[in-house]
């Protein structure tokens, strides 16, 4: 097809999703109580992948103990940590194309919660590293989608204005769930000698619940519905949150009629296989281009962001001291990106934060004597603020990069770069003690080179989302990167 040809297909396509976005606003609003319930509700699954995600901070050492493998090979003691992560890594490639073709965001998110939950609780029963090991990797494997799923799920609810407002709350539970690990792990400690066994139990059974409040009590994105059309239920959806009258949805009606063609069925055809969404990611050039750049910051990042909790033990401070300040520094990276979400560029903000974490992670390194040891704190803390910080924005600026059609298959591989890097850490933390430049040095390296590739990438501050690939692809030609 010609260019020129090609241009009022564009044009409608410009034009229809506009539409979407407006007609979806006009419903429900751009935010409402509805919409904060349902956000806050789905965005709760962050505090139990926070609780997974670094609970091996305080079990797999109490484990190792007592199966009597202390002074065991750095590989050893560091696998079930990266069985976790690698099972994260796995699982992410199997089942995040799921939440975008067959069982849409909130039945992932439900599957991912009993799936991270059940095993973690069986983890609690193990009898030796193996199975110890081989059980993390299957709860990490679980978790894979739930973040993204949390994510993409909570900012598809609402208006363009408040998307990345929105993502922050995730982000403050997942703050919450890390903070709330130093003390369950304290009380634990002190009231049973073989604590690490409670500790999974105490942070898994609640998830089990969750699972199912989240199965009767949350939406699916009214999004994906469309995509998928599923336009009975996509009405349904929004009458169910909606305080506007029944002027409003009757016009809504209307446009669904006048949008219900063949160009839409067509769009709904494309998506039915299992994997039509990677598919599409890497039969478009530009968006083959877009995933690569983003999944290669995301490794730079993970590498620092799971690396640095892991790590703190090799400096000269109280463990749960440690582990505490590192989670209470993601709470002013969530408030950064709350307050200045709305007013940065993303790609300024996020080169910035790299770069400024690969710095200080690197001055850990160069501080060597321990009568400094404050200095090294301050700057293992400057530099996971600043990681965190990149890790927010960059989930959001992936948000906004993809159409809805792939949106959280596009995600979750860029959570899988972040589980990437977070999977190699394990090793080099255990590398570390005795060359802090295996670890740290390698964590500044890593995030300062890989944040480079943001220059890569188009800026997306203060644009709509987009439903279909050829909508985005019309924005990538009409605005400068």
Known sequence: ??????????????????????????????????????????????????????ISVFTDTPAIKEWSLIGASSVLTGLPASSFFVGCLIGGLFLSTLADTKLGRKNMLVLSCLVMSITGAITSMSTNIWMYSILRFLSGFGRATIGTCALVLSTELVGNQWRGQVGVIGFVCFTIGFLSLPLIAFVNNKVEECSWRLLYLWTCLPTILYSILVHFFVHESPRWLYVRGNKEEFVSTLKSMTTRSSLTLSFFGSFLEFEDNQEHKNADESTTSLYSAIKMLVEKNWAFRRLISVMLIGFGIGMVYYGMPLGVGNLPFNLYLSVTLNALSELPASMVTYFLIGKLTRKKSLLGFAMLSGICSIGCVIVEND?????????ELVSFFSACTSFNVLLIY??????????????SLVRQALVLGGAISPML?????????????????????????????????????????????????????
């Open 371 to 379: 009568d400094f040891k404050e200095l090294q704190m301050g700057f």
């Open 398 to 411: 992936t948000v906004e990069l993809f159409p809805t059609c792939v949106r959280n298959s596009a995600v």
């Open 1 to 54: 097809m010609s260019d020129q040809s090609s241009q009022p297909l564009l044009l409608y396509r410009k034009k229809a999703s506009k539409t979407l976005d407006e007609t979806i606003e006009m419903c429900i609003g751009e935010f409402g109580w509805a919409q904060l319930l349902q956000a806050t509700l789905v965005s709760l699954s962050w505090v139990f992948d926070a609780q997974q995600t670094f």
């Open 429 to 481: 933390v255990a590398f570390g003690r005795t060359n802090r430049w295996f670890s740290y040095g390698v964590f500044g390296i890593c995030i300062a080179t890989c944040g480079l590739f943001v220059l890569c990438l188009p800026e997306t501050k203060g644009r709509t989302l987009s439903d279909t690939m050829d909508e985005e692809e019309y924005k990538g030609s009409v605005f400068v990167c």
